[in-house]
């Protein structure tokens, strides 16, 4: 996997010098599936973060302390999900294990085997049985990723124990990305581990649910930009409809946005809607996509092609 390109920071903060009021200057214009274009043609955005469920529990039953009653959907298989993605250009999608199945990632891999080339995978595996075994048998499966979330874990020591290791230090090896479902105040943890294996590839969801409570932060956003200075982290710009306001457009976004690409860059930016729950309680696939693909009007051509395709193929497609 190659390493990014460094990144012109310092051009964006000429811009901002420049007091240009445009810099946020976003419309919310009708979405076009062409929207970027240019050099960076390509067949298809890359969704990085979905997941899919089936209505057939007995042969892909719900993992302990599941049922039925509590899926939020009753399914969402890939013909549902393609009905909402291809309209709105979007051809290829990483799929991330769902919670219902805790362990057990056969319905993941089943669908990767199904739509070949379709979709990537981050799994989810149990760090105390074998994990780095586990996560070179997966990796053979199509599998380029694996979530991590702290559970009950005080923020200061969720990292901190031999399998956490073994889990950073395959990925380093393999070249397997460390997918953090966390908040904020678990970022200097990963900051720590990046530290300790600069070579593992990192990607933070949904900006580190910053803005989940209505308040985005000033000093949250501080401690997800730190992370910035480590050279294998990545942000994923998702989950639009749990943030901020909560109100498509979603152009309330648009400053923590703006804030986490002129740190990381656009190559280490990623575009996920986390559907299925992008598309209920009257939330939309398509303006997901528009807000990064037209609305937010200091996004170039190129940045966009980053966040959209080049970034996410990269990590889980390559």
Not at 55 to 84: I, K, N, V
Request: glycine residues 8%; aromatic residues 10%; hydrophobic residues 45%.
């Amino acid at each position: 996997m190659d390493n990014p390109p460094v990144h012109a920071a310092s051009s964006r903060r000429d811009f901002l010098r420049a007091g240009a009021g445009a810099a946020l200057a976003m419309a919310a214009r009708p979405f076009r599936a062409e929207a970027f274009a240019g050099d960076d043609v390509s067949p298809g955005y890359v969704d990085a973060h979905v997941h899919v469920w089936t209505p057939d529990l007995s042969r892909y039953p719900l993992g302990p302390g599941y049922d039925a009653e509590r899926m939020a959907l009753p399914s969402f298989t890939p013909d549902e999900l393609f009905g909402h993605a291809r309209p709105c250009g979007v051809s290829r999608i990483v799929l991330i294990q769902m919670s219902y199945y805790v362990f057990d990632n056969s319905y993941m891999l089943a669908m990767m085997r199904k739509h070949l080339g379709t979709f990537s995978g981050v799994a989810v595996i149990d760090p105390e049985a074998s994990p780095a075994r586990r996560m070179r048998e997966l990796a053979a499966e199509g599998v380029r990723g694996f979530r991590i979330r702290p559970g009950k874990v005080p923020p200061d020591r969720w990292l901190d124990d031999e399998a956490a290791a073994a889990m950073w230090k395959c990925g380093a090896d393999e070249g397997l990305s460390m997918c953090a479902l966390i908040d904020a105040e678990y970022l200097p943890a990963v900051d720590r581990m990046c530290g300790r294996f600069p070579d593992t590839p990192v990607v933070v969801d949904h900006f580190a649910r910053i803005g989940i409570d209505g308040q985005i932060r000033p000093a949250d956003l501080d401690a997800l930009c730190r992370l910035a200075r480590h050279r294998r982290t990545h942000v994923k710009v998702s989950a639009f409809y749990a943030l901020g306001r909560k109100r498509a457009p979603y152009l309330d976004l648009g400053p923590m946005v703006r804030r986490v690409l002129d740190a990381f860059g656009p190559e280490r930016l990623l575009w996920g809607s986390d559907s299925p729950f992008q598309v209920m309680n009257g939330h939309t696939y398509r303006d997901s996509v528009a807000l990064v693909a037209e609305r937010l009007d200091f996004l170039t051509p190129s940045d966009r092609a980053w966040l959209l395709r080049k970034t996410a193929e990269r990590l889980f497609f390559a």
